[in-house]
């Protein structure tokens, strides 16, 4: 620890005629669009709802979805997924019509864990579910039995939500990082 006899500390410049300290400059960086409480975001998290609901709708329709293990992993995933997103995007919403910037490192963690467990579910169980789809497909040959077109479309919006949410998870993790 230093002391004064040492190292004087000058007192703080005078501002006004008065001994106030000037505040610290910051520099802040502009919200970058896609992050949480931009429009982009919200586009962002809307789509991701919009191809879960669809891709959940999708398996749900089907009577034989649950003899498999992949595709209720696959419900189930899409499900988690969809109700994070449309929560986030209830979030974004709010953020946008009070004009509030949610650049705060608490909620910007929690935005990136969440997007960055729930994009890992929701890409492994697509890739799961796109296993099941070629096996029964191309090597058993039982399309004709099966709802393997049903199957092949909930996959493919699982995969499309996926990409959404990817953008998300890496927007809010550099903006941890650089934060």
């Given amino acids: 620890m230093s002391r004064p006899a ?10 006004d005629g008065r001994n106030d300290a000037a505040p610290p400059r910051r520099v802040r960086m502009k919200d970058v669009q896609g992050m949480p ?20 709708a999708v398996m749900a329709s089907t009577s034989d979805f649950p ?16 109700l994070w997103s449309f929560t986030l995007a209830l979030i974004d919403i709010y953020a946008l019509c009070v004009k509030r910037s949610l650049r705060n490192p ?11 467990v729930t994009s890992t579910i929701t890409f492994a169980a697509a890739c799961a579910c796109a296993g099941i789809t ?13 709802h393997c077109k049903r199957f092949m479309s909930a996959t493919a919006m699982a995969f499309i939500s996926w990409f959404a949410v ?14």
């Fill in 106 to 116: 608490a909620v910007i963690t929690a935005y990136t864990i969440g997007d960055g």
């Fill in 67 to 82: 003899s498999v293990t992949a595709f209720r992993y696959l419900v189930a995933a899409v499900g988690l997924q969809s």
């Fill in 6 to 15: 040492v190292h004087p500390v000058e007192p703080p410049p005078l501002i």
């Fill in 37 to 56: 409480g931009t429009s982009t975001g919200l586009a962002l998290r809307l789509c991701q709802f919009v191809f879960t609901v669809i891709s959940l």
């Fill in 134 to 146: 070629v096996l029964i497909s191309n090597d058993l040959n039982r399309c004709d039995i099966n």
């Fill in 166 to 179: 990817s953008p998300s998870f890496f927007l809010n993790f550099w903006s941890l990082a650089s934060s």
